[in-house]
């Protein structure tokens, strides 16, 4: 199915007997969709699967797996590029890798055992229906707190007022104009819903790659959908136009005359526990070690102790105005909070 003159993806050779056996390597694989490829070593070739949401690392989910060609063992170690007009083109980076242990192997199933850096325990891959195999963790969860992720959260809102005379006690974020919508990032995928409970995933297919870039973290963030004149301000009335697509046909159409940033500012919820709880400065910086910036998404500043400053800048820019957040203050799922004041310019 390949072109080797084409790819540097590696051919194969002629299985060295003295090698190790029983290895193991888990790729990130950015192909047409995000995905994970799991290779076994075993007679001579990696027998691989195509892991759509990743390995699971909690037995209360399943996940797909896609039974696939075998590969060569120098996939073992591969990673780099994979070039357009190939099978499984795009980028390839060895997201795991290890040995493993065979306690079952039939035509229909098999029981490893998993020593890897990321992934370690007991599984079970187990076909379903001609390619199409699941996997399932058989050890309890690697993280015995881990929690499922949440489906029905809603947004801490802000209460009206002015600045604050204590601001030393507030970080202080541009209020931007959009619509306002939570994330939830789950194996490479995004759900997008708005303040009402509505999902609008379809009216921002730009953002789905931040899901992809985000590969197997799972988060929940808040955040704001941001629609930019040429001026690169705000625009509620482009923002209007794309709200009104109502066709997937439509929407392609506007994603290049009316392109939208997503402005994440918050996380609830991250990799199996929930962050509500932790103080507003504490949140920031897990959301900054996410390093969410890329062509439409990109994680807004916030300015400890300077609400004056920023709220005159906001002014002389022509924008909406301040948020000033206690860094002491939870996030309070569903409240309206004095602990978060919007300022207008």
């Known amino acids: 199915m390949r072109d080797f003159d084409e790819t540097a993806e590696p051919a194969g050779a002629r299985p ?19 995905h994970w490829d799991l290779r076994l070593e075993r007679d001579g070739v990696l027998v691989s699967w195509a892991v759509p949401k990743g390995i699971p690392p909690d037995p209360r989910q ?8 075998d590969h060569p063992l120098e996939y073992l170690d ?31 199933k098999a029981t490893v055992t998993l020593h890897g850096r990321r992934v370690d325990g007991r599984y079970a891959l187990f076909q379903t229906r001609g390619n199409q195999w699941m996997i399932h963790r058989m050890d309890p969860p690697a993280d015995p707190t881990r929690e499922e992720m949440p489906t029905d ?31 939830f990032v789950e194996g490479g995928r995004i759900r997008l819903v708005d303040d009402d409970g509505n999902e609008v995933s379809g009216t921002f297919p730009e953002i789905r790659a931040m899901g992809r870039a985000l590969g197997v973290t799972q988060v929940v963030l808040d955040g704001v959908l941001v629609a930019t004149g040429p001026d690169g301000k705000p625009d509620v ?19 290049a005359s009316v ?28 959301l900054d ?16 102790g300077q609400g004056s400053a920023l709220l005159e800048a906001a002014r002389a820019q022509g924008l909406r105005g301040v948020v ?10 569903g409240e309206t909070t004095p602990d978060w004041i919007e300022v207008r310019a």
């Open 237 to 255: 009335e482009r923002m209007a136009r794309r709200l009104s697509a109502k066709s997937d046909s439509a929407v392609r159409r506007l994603m």
């Open 62 to 69: 399943n996940h797909l797996a896609v039974h696939t060609e």
């Open 289 to 304: 070690d996410l390093h969410l910036d890329g062509p439409s998404w990109k994680v807004p500043a916030t300015h400890a």
């Open 78 to 108: 591969f990673h780099g590029e994979i070039p357009e007009g190939s099978y499984g083109a795009g980028s390839m980076t060895v997201w795991d890798t290890g040995t493993y242990e065979t306690h079952e192997w039939k035509d229909n």
């Open 16 to 34: 060295d007997p003295s090698a190790d056996a029983d290895r193991f390597v888990v790729q990130e694989h950015h192909a047409t969709s995000l």
């Open 153 to 183: 959260l809603r947004q801490m809102q802000a209460t009206p007022g002015e600045l604050p005379d204590d601001e030393d006690a507030y970080g202080f974020e541009v209020a931007w104009s959009g619509v306002r919508a939570l994330a």
């Open 324 to 333: 000033a957040k206690r860094l002491d203050s939870p996030y309070r799922v």
């Open 259 to 286: 392109p939208v940033m997503y402005m994440p500012f918050d996380v609830l919820w991250l990799d199996g526990h929930a962050t509500t709880d932790l103080p507003y400065e504490e949140r920031r910086k897990r």
